[in-house]
């Protein structure tokens, strides 16, 4: 029997798979940690935490949560990313896949660096990004923001 991957408005919010929280946007940084307390999440700065997990069936990073304006302010974007990118190609094409099975394919793509393309998905309320920049080397960027 095929079990069906369950749907996600991410126009609400963001579905963390492990652990089971449900991230609203326009969260607050207080209630985000309140959520968040038993669960090893770090606040690395003022409008700014991470959490290692697993979410999109499978996909395992790390997830930052980015709150605008920094200080008082509201979640707005949520970041995708690890700590080992020795192989970027393979980390680049885990991210897309995962997004593309829970997203759909993207609404549009464009050439992008060294190879990659930009990946861009426009929903109502909110867009995903996902591409490579140079940066000192290369730096991949998978995000999700309120717009």
């Known amino acids: 029997m095929i079990q069906k991957k369950s749907e996600m408005n991410i126009q609400e919010g963001f579905k963390i798979d492990e652990p089971d929280i449900f991230i609203p946007w ?12 038993v669960h090893n999440f770090k606040r690395v700065t003022t409008g700014y935490y991470t959490i290692s997990c697993k979410s999109l069936n499978g996909l395992n990073c790390i997830l930052g949560f980015h709150f605008e ?4 302010g509201i979640l707005n974007e949520l970041e995708f990313f690890r700590t080992d990118y020795s192989d970027p190609k393979k980390s680049f ?6 997004f593309v ?8 793509e464009s050439n992008g660096t060294e190879g990659f393309k930009n990946y861009v998905w426009n929903f109502k309320t909110v867009q995903i990004v996902h591409y490579v920049f140079d940066r000192f080397g290369l730096e ?5 923001k309120r717009i």
């Open 26 to 37: 326009d969260i607050d940084e207080q209630t985000l940690a309140q959520k968040l307390n």
């Open 69 to 72: 304006p920094r200080e008082n």
């Open 93 to 98: 094409n885990d991210f897309q896949s995962h």
């Open 101 to 108: 099975n829970e997203f759909g394919n993207p609404t549009s």
């Open 140 to 144: 991949e960027h998978m995000r999700i």
